[in-house]
């Protein structure tokens, strides 16, 4: 929309732009469009925290039992039976106390992100009102303010911009680019019928965007949107509306609790009815028979299981936090676990983020250079003729303007921004027989044989042009720490420098002289500089550009890359042509280095040349060609091995990036992503033609999604899931974070990455490594197997003490086999510290080579179930046994009544504990046999705690003083 129709649109008058609104006005619309806040959502107050906490049928159990103890603790007269009393009520809070902090300190960062959101607003604002400019709280903006824009100021609406000089914002935050967007003013046209609001926000120029940051220039626009209607208040809303996905642990160990509910309440009244009517001790006695139950229920119920199983989360997210995976929330460990789908950015997380030069062609030969080197040596770049000599597979039967249309030197530049290479090839006419196209020399030896590496010198000379015509400043060792310039010129500056040239020495021997600075007009730079190989009276000019502008410029081409005029041959256009064709079907960004020499009389030091000292001189065609630069940003060496075990795992890789469908189709060939069932990419624009039902099937069957869009994310996020699929969505900027919640696993890049995208994640790669995240999908996959362990080791533990209760009454034992204070030590000593030796349990063998998690899959299945009923029955039959022995042998029929079940009580403890041992070295394993040499490595924690257990069992049994006497006569009734 013109401004004329916008403020006309807006009911503002038509001197707005000059005088502002007034006072009145302002605050007339204050009033009817309200603040400019986002709304926030409403908070969880500390009560409700609590309560959900707290709001469990096992909790219940134990403040029932705390309940009556604490009455028991009033109403009694025996001081042994009040001090346990009151000693179980304390346990029994602390117990609940403690786990209650736990969960509520977990919950603590949950409604960050929309707070980062805010924290992104601007705070003030300079506005007109009333014909004079001033400084008022972004607060106080309202639709039709007009406000000022400069240099670094933070844009404190949506604004419909009425003036602009050279001004450009940083939308990286909130359209994923890195680029600045340089603006206009003028109304943008809608093409292809689109609705003005399916524009994409990089191709809306005219506006400038709350939030975002002022890179150059200065301007001025007209507030259209405010609050909760700008675009960043929109990505608000979607964070505070998009629901938390509970884990499947978290649901399954809901269900769980309640099934222990039924089953305590089941034993309670079995043993209830037992002590009341069958029992010698407590027949007829109901606040006995009530006690005696509710000892039942305390050791039926797993007051350390929610602990350990906090423990486990922690102790994963500790061992992921040391890979440079950090989790924001314990439970989505485990659902890492259960992944199926990767859906992956690309730039930086599966490729390096550096921009490096992967090939070098020349008129009779192939350079490939290693872009992982470490070392300054000229063999970084060897010869090899049929390293990219061919088209791509799925662009053989293309021409080459369909070629360059999906490519990286599309003029157009990908959806919804400007080309970020200034370098793209206009056109690109090939020939109808590509095959034909040969070089002039194929099979000469010049100036080395094939898989031999060049000499330093011819490095130097090749890459001149790249390093000399060139203001670019390379980063320190080579690196991007300190660097300036585009990066794809420094691509060739990075080649240089691990080939062992000295740039600064290059720089010094070879002065500038006068140069043509570049413009996208004519997408080419030059520099005319004093060089010792020119002959006499000659300036060496480097032009360095858009390789096809830069063919049709040149009358000759360097006899294999080498410079001197006893090596020019007549260039071989439809050679370089196809060349550029080819590279170009790899995704790859294509650079032109031309060189020539000139008079010195016909070049002013110190000039500022215009374009048409290259492409307007009277001799027409006047440039040799020396070599193409083939540049990209080259997938990082571990994600190769990353993503073959994570397809080992049975976890597909899928690639969404806003890059070009070439591009992303090279790199996902690279990286292992692209093969025979999943052969071709589908671009954002195609998935925006689809139908929902179309988009379900699209991605199934497609695991590279190009030119994508933050809003293609979400849908592909919503598709995967519709299909049953578990997905882990990375993402970096403001406008990924509805995508990063609403997926399984969100994971945010802690380099590169916004604090809203990491505050709506569960997971940040600290070093946005996708390697990383096939880590901590094993880890997520050793948490499920741990917790199951876990399960293994406290459930027949609590499952034994209580049935330990029943069956001693009901075999006529003179008392419970165990106490009420044994039976709370064994579930926080024994137990927690059993159960933690499987919480830290390392990855079993072959763990990732079984396929993810199935959907829904049940944390205890049939086999564990049978392994949990296996372990109960023998541990009550050892205790129960245990006990009559002591009750019935001749031996100890020197001691009294109580001294006797004092020895009772010690032995069937020592039982249940070492049993619980016994256990625990079983659990350990879920996929090999535990009767192997492997039970005794791998975890050091299990000897240590059966050592603990075990010395202190002996000082147990062996101090009557200690066990058998006052303490136990103290404690055990």
């Known amino acids: 929309m013109s401004i004329d129709g916008t403020i006309k649109q807006m009911g503002l008058k038509e001197d707005l732009p000059k005088a502002g609104l007034s006072t009145d006005e302002a605050a007339s619309r204050l009033t009817k469009y309200g603040p400019n806040q986002m709304t926030e959502k409403v908070k969880t107050t500390l009560l409700q925290r609590i309560w959900h906490q707290i709001n469990n049928v096992l909790v219940y159990v134990l403040i029932t039992v705390a309940v009556v103890s604490l009455i028991q603790a009033v109403t009694t007269n025996n001081s042994n039976t009040r001090f346990t009393a009151w000693f179980q009520v304390a346990l029994i809070v602390s117990v609940i106390t403690l786990n209650t902090w736990i969960g509520i300190y977990q919950e603590g960062n949950a409604e960050k992100a929309a707070d980062a959101l805010k924290n992104m607003l601007s705070t003030d604002a300079r506005v007109i009102r009333g014909g004079k400019e001033v400084m008022i709280p972004a607060g106080d903006i309202v639709p039709g303010d007009v406000c000022l824009l400069?240099?670094?100021?933070?844009?404190?609406?949506?604004?419909?911009?009425?003036?602009?000089?050279?001004?450009?914002?940083?939308?990286?935050?909130?359209?994923?680019?890195?680029?600045?967007?340089?603006?206009?003013?003028?109304?943008?046209?809608?093409?292809?019928?689109?609705?003005?609001?399916?524009?994409?926000?990089?191709?809306?120029?005219?506006?400038?965007?709350?939030?975002?940051?002022?890179?150059?220039?200065?301007?001025?626009?007209?507030?259209?949107?405010?609050?909760?209607?700008?675009?960043?208040?929109?990505?608000?809303?979607?964070?505070?509306?998009?629901?938390?996905?509970?884990?499947?642990?978290?649901?399954?160990?809901?269900?769980?609790?309640?099934?222990?509910?039924?089953?305590?309440?089941?034993?309670?009244?079995?043993?209830?009815f037992v002590a009341f009517f069958y029992s010698d001790n407590y027949k007829?006695?109901?606040?006995?028979?009530?006690?005696?139950?509710?000892?039942?229920?305390?050791?039926?119920?797993?007051?350390?299981?929610?602990?350990?199983?906090?423990?486990?989360?922690?102790?994963?997210?500790?061992?992921?936090?040391?890979?440079?995976?950090?989790?924001?929330?314990?439970?989505?460990?485990?659902?890492l676990g259960s992944v199926t789908v990767i859906c992956s950015d690309k730039t930086g997380t599966l490729t390096q983020n550096i921009m490096s030069l992967t090939a070098f062609v020349t008129s009779n030969a192939r350079y490939k250079n290693n872009v992982d080197a470490n070392e300054r040596v000229p063999v970084n770049m060897v010869r090899d003729d049929t390293y990219l000599a061919e088209r791509a597979q799925h662009d053989l039967k293309k021409s080459g303007s369909e070629i360059l249309a999906d490519g990286p030197n599309n003029p157009?530049?990908?959806?919804?921004?400007?080309?970020?290479?200034?370098?793209?090839?206009?056109?690109?006419?090939?020939?109808?027989?590509?095959?034909?196209?040969?070089?002039?020399?194929?099979?000469?030896?010049?100036?080395?044989?094939?898989?031999?590496?060049?000499?330093?010198?011819?490095?130097?000379?090749?890459?001149?042009?790249?390093?000399?015509?060139?203001?670019?400043?390379?980063?320190?060792?080579?690196?991007?720490?300190?660097?300036?310039?585009?990066?794809?010129?420094?691509?060739?500056?990075?080649?240089?420098?691990?080939?062992?040239?000295?740039?600064?020495?290059?720089?010094?021997?070879?002065?500038?002289?006068?140069?043509?600075p570049f413009s996208s007009d004519y997408k080419f730079m030059a520099t005319v500089h004093e060089s010792s190989d020119a002959p006499d009276g000659k300036y060496t000019c480097f032009v360095k550009g858009a390789p096809d502008r830069m063919v049709k410029l040149c009358k000759y081409q360097a006899k294999g890359g080498v410079a001197g005029e006893e090596n020019l041959e007549e260039i071989d256009e439809a050679y370089w042509i196809e060349q550029i064709a080819v590279l170009s079907s790899h995704g790859l960004r294509v650079l032109g280095l031309c060189r020539a020499y000139i008079d010195k009389s016909s070049v002013q030091a110190g000039a500022q040349l215009g374009q048409e000292f290259v492409n307007g001189r009277p001799e027409g065609k006047w440039l040799t060609m020396v070599g193409l630069c083939a540049i990209m940003d080259p997938p990082r060496p571990e994600c190769v091995q990353a993503i073959k075990e994570a397809h080992g795992a049975g976890v597909r890789v899928a690639m969404i990036t806003g890059d070009h469908k070439d591009t992303a189709t090279a790199i996902g060939h690279m990286l292992g992503i692209v093969d025979e069932t999943y052969s071709e990419a589908v671009t954002g624009p195609e998935l925006d033609a689809m139908s929902d039902d179309e988009l379900r099937k699209c991605v199934m069957t497609h695991n590279v999604f190009a030119r994508a869009s933050p809003q293609n994310k979400i849908r592909i996020v919503k598709a995967l899931q519709a299909e049953g699929q578990v997905s882990s969505m990375t993402g970096d900027g403001v406008n990924d974070a509805p995508?990063?919640?609403?997926?399984?696993?969100?994971?945010?890049?802690?380099?590169?990455?916004?604090?809203?995208?990491?505050?709506?994640?569960?997971?940040?790669?600290?070093?946005?490594?996708?390697?990383?995240?096939?880590?901590?999908?094993?880890?997520?996959?050793?948490?499920?197997?741990?917790l199951r362990k876990v399960l293994l080791v406290n459930t027949p533990i609590n499952n034994s003490q209580g049935l330990s209760v029943l069956v001693g009454l009901l075999v006529r034992l003179p008392n419970t086999p165990i106490t009420t204070i044994q039976i709370l030590y064994s579930n926080f000593i024994c137990a927690v510290t059993l159960g933690f030796v499987c919480a830290i349990e390392p990855a079993e063998d072959g763990i990732m080579a079984l396929p993810p998690r199935r959907v829904g899959k049940r944390l205890i299945g049939r086999f564990l179930f049978l392994r949990i009923i296996v372990g109960t029955v023998l541990l009550t039959g050892c205790v129960v046994a245990s006990a009559i022995i002591v009750d019935t042998i001749p031996r100890y029929d020197y001691l009294n009544a109580e001294d006797r079940l004092a020895m009772i009580r010690a032995v069937s403890?020592?039982?249940?504990?070492?049993?619980?041992?016994?256990?625990?070295?079983?659990?350990?394993?879920?996929?090999?046999?535990?009767?192997?040499?492997?039970?005794?490595?791998?975890?050091?924690?299990?000897?240590?705690s059966c050592a603990i257990h075990e010395r202190y069992g002996r000082i147990r049994m062996g101090s009557r003083h200690c066990f058998h006497g006052a303490c136990v006569r103290r404690y055990g009734d």
Not at 313 to 325: E, I, P
């Open 739 to 786: 995508a990063l919640k609403a997926a399984n696993m969100g994971v945010a890049m802690g380099k590169e990455g916004t604090d809203v995208a990491r505050e709506a994640s569960e997971m940040i790669l600290a070093d946005d490594n996708f390697a990383t995240i096939v880590f901590a999908v094993k880890q997520g996959r050793v948490v499920w197997d741990n």
């Open 412 to 516: 157009k530049g990908r959806r919804g921004h400007d080309p970020s290479f200034h370098f793209t090839t206009d056109s690109l006419h090939t020939t109808e027989n590509p095959e034909g196209v040969k070089p002039a020399h194929p099979d000469d030896n010049f100036p080395v044989s094939n898989g031999e590496s060049p000499t330093k010198d011819w490095i130097q000379s090749a890459l001149a042009c790249g390093v000399l015509c060139s203001k670019c400043v390379l980063g320190e060792g080579g690196g991007r720490a300190g660097e300036i310039g585009n990066p794809t010129e420094l691509s060739i500056l990075r080649a240089s420098y691990f080939a062992g040239v000295d740039i600064e020495e290059l720089k010094t021997d070879c002065p500038i002289v006068a140069e043509v």
């Open 909 to 944: 403890f020592n039982v249940l504990d070492f049993g619980a041992m016994s256990v625990m070295m079983s659990a350990r394993f879920s996929y090999n046999s535990s009767f192997h040499p492997r039970v005794f490595k791998g975890n050091p924690a299990a000897l240590a």
């Open 150 to 272: 400069g240099l670094g100021d933070k844009i404190p609406a949506d604004l419909r911009l009425i003036s602009v000089s050279n001004l450009a914002t940083g939308e990286a935050a909130l359209t994923g680019e890195s680029v600045p967007i340089d603006k206009v003013i003028d109304a943008i046209p809608c093409e292809n019928g689109l609705d003005p609001d399916q524009v994409p926000l990089g191709d809306r120029k005219n506006m400038a965007y709350s939030a975002t940051l002022v890179a150059q220039g200065s301007g001025i626009g007209i507030a259209i949107s405010t609050g909760d209607f700008t675009q960043i208040g929109t990505i608000n809303r979607l964070v505070n509306n998009t629901e938390t996905i509970k884990t499947d642990v978290l649901k399954q160990i809901d269900m769980v609790s309640k099934y222990l509910f039924i089953a305590i309440c089941t034993m309670c009244l079995a043993t209830f």
């Open 284 to 335: 007829k006695d109901a606040l006995g028979s009530i006690n005696i139950a509710l000892t039942c229920a305390v050791a039926m119920v797993p007051e350390g299981l929610e602990a350990i199983v906090t423990l486990t989360y922690s102790y994963a997210v500790k061992v992921m936090a040391s890979q440079n995976a950090i989790v924001r929330a314990l439970p989505a460990v485990e659902t």
